[in-house]
């Protein structure tokens, strides 16, 4: 596929759904490839089994795939998949850190914002792990796909010549990485898609119609590239894959964990209840009010994503948004 040489070793750090199906990748490839979960029964079943039973059921992974509980074990790779949700990443990372090499190449799958503290994957893993050489991989990509070699291209942001390094582990004829230096449009586009992606779920369960999501999904990204240039990125990363084609993904189909949670809070379901029933994560809760936060700062506008946070946290009614929005004064398209 390429004239590139792979890491001699990978460790995916996370043993979710899309973990599970970028070691599966990694390993299909040829590299060596460690998965590390959390939970032991996902360990057994993908070690056993050879899939994750857990997170993503029914798919076949590589007979070569290995997986470990061990964190220490793990960090034994040349190089790091970092696929932990965004709001643990921190902790993760801190632990990973003391195992590791000092400049241990990471890419960073995960999309969010730290709730706490409002920074990005690489502003984090820069606090806890500064030496350590960061990429950013992101874009229109459901794990299953992924897992079942259906054709899927992304993002694969990295500053330095260890890019060659990553197309090799995980390039592939279905799996396609686009490289950008622009590690923070990269970012950007995936946490923000995942609030909007609630709001076009909403727009479904409340039956408002295919000309409100398509309105909605052209506003929101309108917010989300007004946002990322005013921070520093690039406007031609935001309408990219890691931008605009994450969120037509995430914003189009139920199979994304973001926009079957807002189409159950379009039905009228309680924000709690919907969350108790799932063993994924939804990263646009924990996020809606981080974004917020830096779009404050940056003295930007952003009114969907304003209303994710207000539903969310229970500030207001999701009668109560839609007729604010609704409200709103005509103006300009450019603003």
Known sequence: ???????????????GAWGTALAHLCAENGVPTLLWAREQDVVDAVTERNENTVYLPGVSLSPALQATSDLSKSAKSEAFLFVVPAQHSRVVLSSLKEYAAETTPIALCS?????????????????????????????????????????????????????????????????RPYVSSDLLGAELGGAIKNVLAIAAGVVAGKGLGESAKAALIARGFTE????????????????????????????????????????????????????????????GVATAEAVIALARK??????????????????????????????????????
């Open 1 to 15: 596929m390429n004239k590139f040489t792979p890491f001699s070793s990978i460790s995916v750090i996370g043993g």
């Open 111 to 175: 999309k969010g914002i730290e709730r706490n503290t409002g920074l990005l994957m690489t502003e984090v893993l820069s606090e806890v792990w500064p030496e350590a050489r960061a990429a950013v991989l992101s874009g229109p990509s459901f794990a299953k796909d992924v897992a079942q070699g259906l054709p899927t291209a992304v993002t694969l942001a990295c500053g330095d010549e260890v890019a060659e390094k990553w197309l090799a582990t995980i390039g592939a004829a279905h799996f």
């Open 224 to 283: 989300f590239q007004r946002l990322g240039v005013a921070l520093g990125a690039e406007a031609q990363t935001m309408a990219g894959l890691s931008g605009l084609g994450d969120l037509i993904l995430t914003a189009s189909s139920p199979q994304s964990r973001n926009m079957s949670l807002g189409l159950e809070l379009g039905k009228g379901r309680a924000l709690k209840t919907i969350l108790a029933e799932r063993n994924s994560v939804s990263e």
């Open 298 to 335: 940056a003295n930007i506008e952003m009114p969907i994503c304003e209303a994710v946070a207000d539903l969310v946290n229970e500030r207001k009614t999701i009668d109560d948004i839609i007729a604010g929005l609704l409200a709103r004064p005509f103006k300009s398209e450019a603003k």
